[in-house]
């Protein structure tokens, strides 16, 4: 994904684009672009269409977040420097992030460089600017048409979302948006999933009883779809649903909207 400004749709009969409402960082995240890149171009899209210039730097590196949750902190913050060098360069409005994860650590740059005289100002500006994608889309005036998407649609709660980030209300709002979409709720939404960082693949066992725990929880709403907002979670949902014998269908919430713009179905 270079690094330039993505196109938006013509507006008027001369076919003449308005203005940009804003220029927006896109922070790609290292699982997300290598095992779940639609729903990075769903981003994208859905930004487009609600007439933002899009910059994803394509030489932007990891962020730090599954260094600082295996301890190594000292590396993370080589990744961040990296970071916040690139994005000002960019010259971007807002950041917008679509993985919990990466969110909850680039959100943390400000307190994790506060010592640092060369980068402490920084990186409190740079995290001032990150915003979880659901964040940034709901509190924004929608111009995108939202057509039909008939579903039974469980939203489960990322940890590092509803935790970390304090980000609750934002996706289900989101969802709500979207016609004759049937939004569940999930029991015990503040218990992990398994996931959690690179837990799942320290400690397979007990991530697996989680994510089991999580499946017998969902399996009786009679969803369609599954929605959350976290790469990891996406993987260990779709995992731990395929052992229980019910693979239903787990997308990222960006997916969702993306398809009710674009008049699609799942």
Not at 12 to 37: H, N, T, W, Y
Not at 61 to 72: M, N, R, T, W
Not at 208 to 234: E, F, S
Request: charged share 25%; aromatic share 4%.
């Amino acid at each position: 994904m270079p690094n330039v400004a993505v196109r938006r749709e013509a507006t008027d009969a001369k076919s003449v684009r308005r203005p940009a409402r804003a220029r927006v960082g896109m922070i790609l995240g290292c699982v997300q672009r290598e095992f779940l890149p639609e729903i990075n171009a769903a981003t994208v899209r859905v930004l487009t269409a609600e007439g933002f210039d899009v910059i994803a730097p394509e030489e932007q590196g990891c962020c730090g977040a599954l260094l600082l949750h295996a301890g190594e902190e000292n590396k993370a913050l080589i990744f961040a420097r990296r970071m916040i060098d690139l994005f000002e360069r960019a010259e971007v409005d807002t950041i917008v992030v679509n993985a919990g994860g990466c969110g909850s650590s680039l959100k943390e740059y400000g307190h994790l460089l506060r010592d640092d005289p060369e980068y402490a100002l920084r990186a409190q500006r740079f995290s001032a600017k990150c915003e979880d994608i659901s964040e940034f889309l709901a509190r924004i005036e929608p111009q995108a048409v939202r057509h039909s998407l008939p579903s039974r649609v469980a939203y489960h709660d990322s940890c590092h979302l509803q935790h970390a980030q304090k980000v609750r209300s934002q996706p289900r709002a989101l969802l709500s948006q979207v016609p004759a979409l049937q939004l569940l709720e999930v029991p015990e939404a503040s218990i992990c999933c398994g996931s959690a960082g690179i837990y799942n693949l320290v400690q397979p066992t007990t991530a697996d009883a989680l994510g089991d725990r999580k499946a017998q929880l969902i399996t009786p709403l009679g969803a369609d779809l599954v929605a959350t907002g976290n790469p990891g979670c996406i993987l260990q949902l779709r995992s731990a649903l395929a052992r229980s014998g019910r693979e239903v269908p787990v997308l990222h919430t960006i997916q969702l909207l993306d398809a009710s713009i674009r008049g699609l179905t799942y």
